[in-house]
């Protein structure tokens, strides 16, 4: 037996206005004054002073405004790399990503590939990295997902969605501030913190449980109820809670894995070009047979803050397209064996499959 020797954040700092040492925290790590760092910033927060003019740009740094509209994309990493390399002699000092999973993600993939030849196609899969990326940093602006600490970068590629999962992977620095959730859309608030929730459930149900697991899932799952079932609305103790739960999540994972709402979510994503967040929602809003504590948890707490869950969003699909959603969820085999056993094949067929999508 072999365990797994996982890589954790160096450097983390945490409290409302923590954005403003973002100078002290860069300036030691830049490599010349031809060699900038690169700030890879959502565009929710174009022309939003009262952020933007924080961003503590010297000599040639830049900003490089994505849209999050779509979940990062293989070919879009190849793209920030590529023109990153025409516009600079020399390689960056550092990446930095500022909004929710999608900046994170797109962040720390492309913190990889400039120093990985190829394309992140070439990468997506479990330890296929070579070398080690520029210095990257984690800046969360929405709270959830658990990118901030995990050892993957979720990329949608030709061929497949799959992380670039490595020991290069996690952010060599990530600054939790608080402050920088204000503004995020009440639905998506959900939907995202949502995500965390079901990693929780997901992993405190799963037959790789173990207490490290455990012992950051009980505590994010904690933090979730209060934020989600005990407040009323979103203060700024809920801010700070929400971040730290997104975080504990993410570690529990880390160490676990997740199951059945993110197998099914993939597929969803896959072929619909669902977002990562409300994609879980649909699919654990039809999960009380395999979760029926969660799933009822959740309900009251879609209830409680009157959150519109997406319907009908597979009533017009073809053969063809059922099959390739489950075709997705049925390659995500540790998932399945997380949440079912290693049996799991006896109750998940594609029948099932196809009647559990077609409610979605
Ligand atoms: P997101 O980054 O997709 O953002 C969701 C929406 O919220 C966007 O419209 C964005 O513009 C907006 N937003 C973010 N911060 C805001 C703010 N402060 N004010 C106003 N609007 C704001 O959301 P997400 O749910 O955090 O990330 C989803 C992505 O994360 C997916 O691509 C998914 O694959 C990825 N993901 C990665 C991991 C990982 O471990 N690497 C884990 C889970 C999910
Ligand atoms: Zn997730």
């Given at each position: 037996?072999?365990?797994?020797?996982?890589?954790?954040?160096?450097?983390?700092?945490?409290?409302?206005?923590?954005?403003?040492?973002?100078?002290?925290?860069?300036?030691?790590?830049?490599?010349?004054?031809?060699?900038?760092?690169?700030?890879?910033?959502?565009?929710?927060?174009?022309?939003?002073?009262?952020?933007?003019?924080?961003?503590?740009?010297?000599?040639?740094?830049?900003?490089?405004?994505?849209?999050?509209?779509?979940?990062?994309?293989?070919?879009?990493?190849?793209?920030?790399?590529?023109?990153?390399?025409?516009?600079?002699?020399?390689?960056?000092?550092?990446?930095?990503?500022?909004?929710?999973?999608?900046?994170l993600?797109?962040?720390?993939?492309?913190?990889?590939?400039?120093?990985?030849?190829?394309?992140?196609?070439?990468?997506?899969?479990?330890?296929?990295?070579?070398?080690?990326?520029?210095?990257?940093?984690g800046?969360p602006?929405?709270?959830?997902?658990g990118a901030e600490v995990?050892?993957?970068?979720?990329?949608?590629?030709?061929?497949?969605?799959?992380?670039?999962?490595?020991?290069?992977?996690?952010f060599?620095?990530v600054?939790?501030?608080?402050?920088?959730?204000?503004?995020?859309?009440?639905?998506?608030?959900?939907?995202?913190?949502?995500?965390?929730?079901?990693?929780?459930?997901?992993?405190?149900?799963?037959?790789?449980?173990?207490?490290?697991?455990?012992?950051?899932?009980?505590?994010?799952?904690?933090?979730?109820?209060?934020?989600?079932?005990?407040?009323?609305?979103?203060?700024?103790?809920?801010?700070?809670?929400?971040?730290?739960?997104s975080w504990?999540?993410g570690?529990?994972?880390?160490?676990?894995?997740?199951?059945?709402?993110?197998?099914?979510?993939?597929?969803?994503?896959?072929?619909?070009?669902?977002?990562?967040?409300?994609?879980?929602?649909?699919?654990?809003?039809?999960?009380?047979?395999?979760?029926?504590?969660?799933?009822?948890?959740?309900?009251?707490?879609?209830?409680?803050?009157?959150?519109?869950?997406?319907?009908?969003?597979?009533?017009?699909?073809?053969?063809?397209?059922?099959?390739?959603?489950?075709?997705?969820?049925?390659?995500?085999?540790?998932?399945?064996?997380?949440?079912?056993?290693?049996?799991?094949?006896?109750?998940?067929?594609?029948?099932?499959?196809?009647?559990?999508?077609?409610?979605?």
């Amino acid at each position: 037996m072999s365990f797994r020797n996982f890589p954790m954040v160096p450097r983390v700092v945490f409290g409302r206005g923590s954005f403003n040492q973002l100078s002290e925290i860069l300036e030691p790590k830049r490599l010349g004054d031809q060699a900038p760092f690169i700030f890879l910033v959502d565009d929710v927060f174009k022309g939003k002073d009262s952020l933007i003019s924080r961003i503590p740009l010297k000599h040639k740094d830049k900003i490089i405004y994505i849209s999050a509209d779509e979940e990062p994309k293989t070919i879009y990493v190849d793209g920030i790399r590529d023109d990153i390399g025409k516009e600079f002699n020399e390689i960056p000092s550092g990446i930095i990503g500022i909004g929710g999973g999608t900046m994170l993600d797109y962040a720390k993939a492309v913190a990889l590939m400039l120093s990985n030849p190829g394309s992140s196609a070439d990468y997506q899969g479990w330890d296929l990295v070579k070398n080690q990326g520029v210095y990257h940093v984690g800046i969360p602006t929405i709270s959830g997902t658990g990118a901030e600490v995990s050892r993957t970068t979720v990329l949608t590629g030709p061929e497949r969605k799959l992380g670039m999962n490595s020991d290069y992977t996690p952010f060599d620095q990530v600054v939790l501030d608080p402050s920088l959730l204000e503004g995020v859309p009440k639905n998506q608030w959900f939907y995202t913190g949502m995500d965390c929730y079901i990693h929780c459930i997901e992993s405190l149900t799963g037959t790789y449980l173990n207490a490290f697991s455990q012992s950051y899932g009980e505590k994010s799952l904690d933090l979730c109820r209060e934020v989600y079932l005990e407040k009323d609305s979103i203060d700024e103790d809920s801010q700070d809670k929400l971040m730290m739960a997104s975080w504990h999540g993410g570690m529990s994972i880390a160490y676990s894995q997740v199951g059945v709402a993110h197998a099914m979510s993939y597929g969803l994503s896959y072929l619909l070009g669902t977002k990562h967040g409300v994609g879980n929602c649909i699919v654990f809003d039809q999960l009380k047979e395999f979760y029926p504590e969660g799933v009822k948890e959740f309900k009251q707490m879609v209830d409680k803050h009157g959150i519109d869950i997406p319907k009908g969003l597979c009533k017009d699909l073809s053969d063809d397209e059922f099959n390739t959603m489950i075709d997705v969820a049925l390659s995500l085999v540790p998932l399945w064996e997380n949440a079912l056993g290693k049996d799991w094949e006896k109750t998940i067929t594609r029948e099932k499959l196809r009647s559990m999508y077609e409610l979605m």
